[in-house]
């Protein structure tokens, strides 16, 4: 393992550019879904207009390269009342709040496979503000932060990134930028969260926030970059975390998913250092740590191995017993043994050195 360093900060990777924009007629009936097409021709972004509310895609027959077509593909769309319902998402937070649906990376471990049907492309929707309007009506609603003990003084918690990476598409929607801002009007005992692969922050440093976002950075070591294409490399991601609590955030690491692959020891001890050194010196520092270690269903995993055929990843079940969800459902987790040498592991390497981060979950 490598003694700690300050890391260095590189230029954040261009932002994210999609090959088309799809814009529907009624996304266009809102500013925000105006503003957004106006970013993607300022962009260079082909931008097709569609006659109606219904996504046209004309994908390639073959699988490789429908899927190709389908992540350079963006769609201007507007969320329906049923989007707007929100759902519980433990162990995370109170409620999840899309603001988008699909990510523009290409991760081997793709959470969202198997969850999202049909072509994995990524919509974002115009009527940011009738989004945002809807949320009040959830205040102290919660169970997972609203009415937990070991987490009220987070009131009401909003997640942002369960089915996308927000700040992946800052940079043409603006819509992470006006919920934060949104959330730091609101006088009300609640809190934006989002998870982030990706480092570019700047949009986010000067804002009004109130204290009322905690970005949180999703790591994994070095050594398993290979499965997370087109994403910042971690050291970006860590020297944004950096900066978002300088400028006063709350922050987090979401470890995820932990793979035990072998060296995963020293990989995620170094990781855990790299982590220490880049927030170390940090005034007021307010940093929690979330732990998920690597899963999948069959429905995932058949999709993913369509994805990437070629991906190192172990998706065999080797090490992994069957679990079942409170809605019937399976899938494969690590066997207790490597559970508990993982759980132990992190627990004492965090202690030592992240001693001021709070763990909120392992799952």
């Not at 065999?316 to 592991?345: I, P, W």
Request: hydrophobic share 40%; aromatic share 8%.
């Amino acid at each position: 393992m490598q003694p700690a360093s300050t890391p260095s900060r590189p230029r954040p990777p261009a932002p994210w550019r999609p090959r088309r924009l799809l814009v529907t007629r009624a996304a266009l009936t809102f500013a925000h879904g105006r503003a957004m097409m106006e970013r993607a021709t300022a962009m260079g972004v082909e931008v097709v207009e569609l006659p109606g509310d219904r996504l046209k895609l004309d994908l390639a027959d073959d699988p490789r390269q429908a899927y190709a077509q389908a992540k350079a593909t963006l769609a201007l769309t507007v969320a329906p009342p049923s989007k707007r319902r929100l759902q519980p998402i433990a162990p995370s937070a109170d409620w999840r709040v899309d603001l988008a649906e699909g990510c523009p990376a290409h991760c081997s471990y793709c959470y969202l496979a198997g969850s999202l049907k049909g072509p994995p492309i990524t919509r974002v929707y115009a009527n940011l503000d009738e989004i945002l309007d809807g949320l009040p009506a959830y205040l102290g609603q919660g169970t997972i932060t609203s009415r937990n003990a070991a987490r009220v003084a987070e009131g009401t918690t909003f997640e942002a990134s369960c089915y996308t990476d927000p700040l992946a598409l800052e940079p043409l929607t603006g819509s992470l930028s006006a919920t934060v801002a949104w959330f730091g009007r609101w006088q009300a005992d609640a809190q934006l969260r989002f998870t982030t692969k990706f480092a570019d922050v700047t949009p986010l440093l000067a804002l009004d926030h109130g204290g009322r976002t905690r970005m949180r950075a999703s790591v994994n070591p070095a050594a398993f970059a290979r499965f997370e294409g087109g994403t910042s490399p971690v050291a970006q991601r860590l020297a944004a975390l950096a900066d978002m609590a300088r400028a006063g955030y709350p922050v987090g690491l979401t470890i995820a998913p932990i793979i035990a692959a072998p060296g995963w020891q020293d990989a995620y001890a170094q990781l855990i250092v790299d982590a220490a050194a880049a927030l170390s010196g940090i005034a007021g520092l307010d940093l929690t740590i979330e732990l998920i270690t690597h899963r999948f269903t069959p429905g995932s995993r058949a999709v993913l191995t369509s994805w990437y055929p070629g991906s190192a990843l172990d998706m065999t079940d080797a090490n992994r017993v069957t679990k079942r969800t409170k809605f019937g459902s399976e899938k494969q987790v690590y066997d207790t043994a490597t559970m508990r040498e993982l759980r132990c592991f992190f627990e004492g390497r965090l202690a030592d050195g992240l001693p001021t981060g709070r763990i909120l979950y392992w799952t």
